[in-house]
Structure formats: C-alpha cells, structure tokens
C-alpha cells in the first residue's frame, strides 16, 4: 500500500469528499482538507444516524450514494 499526500489537484470537479469517521480524526481530516483550500462535503460514520458536525451533514456508510 502506497501512501502519498492529497493534493487540492487531484481532486475533480465532480468529485464529493467524504470524511470517513466524526470523531477527533475527522475533525482533524476536515481542518487539513480546509487548510489546502478545499471542503468536505459529508461525514460517514456507523455510529450515528442522521446527525450534523462543523456544519457538514453526517449519514451512516450506507445511506451515502
């Protein structure tokens, strides 16, 4: 397994951002992504059903297309 920096490029278009886990993790994957410039759109997490955190809507793995 390779692992490489996110750069704000290698995001598309139309490409989503989705922050897996609304913890502490997550809240610090949402301050980097911010911090290049760039924002989450959801968090995932299968704890928690419906829910909202930092403004961004929050739905279980499974609910999210």
């Not at 980097?32 to 930092?54: P, V």
């Amino acid at each position: 397994m390779e692992v490489r920096s996110f750069k704000k490029e290698d995001k598309g278009q139309d490409q989503k951002i989705i922050i897996y886990g609304a913890g502490r993790y997550g809240e610090l994957a949402l301050r980097g992504l911010q911090q290049i410039g760039l924002d989450a759109d959801y968090f995932a997490d299968r704890k928690i059903s419906r829910w909202e955190l930092l403004g961004k809507r929050g739905n279980q793995p499974s609910e999210i297309k």
